[in-house]
């Protein structure tokens, strides 16, 4: 009799400390999940450097060329265009202009969020 009851004892001692391990298990997992989530969306914005090897403006399109390949950008109505921090148009850029775009992969298509004429 006395074993059972040290039995029941321990037993229920042990039982909310299964069920707070499990918890926290919980909370790690969530934790987890949502710092991918994050790092995901941030590796959806991808920048290229160098200058611009070739400008079409019917088309409001530039090709800018990056230490891998040669990248083609076709601006957009919201796409942003800068120069030393302000505004600027379509028209002052020109090839052989450093620049930073700063792009989304849509399929193979670059579309160009953000671009910075650097020289």
Do not use: C, W
Request: net charge positive.
């Amino acid at each position: 009799m006395k074993l059972a009851s040290q039995t029941l004892l321990a037993l229920a001692l042990l039982t909310p400390v299964a069920f707070v391990q499990a918890t926290e298990t919980k909370t790690e997992t969530k934790t987890e999940t949502s710092t991918t989530t994050t790092t995901q969306n941030q590796a959806s914005e991808l920048t290229v450097e160098g200058p611009i090897a070739k400008v079409v403006a019917r088309k409001k399109e530039i090709y800018v060329q990056g230490p891998d390949k040669k990248h083609e950008f076709y601006f957009k109505k919201d796409t942003q265009l800068t120069q030393g921090g302000q505004p600027a148009e379509f028209s002052v850029l020109k090839e052989g202009q450093k620049v930073r775009v700063t792009y989304k992969l849509v399929g193979k298509r670059q579309d160009p969020l953000k671009v910075e004429i650097l020289q």
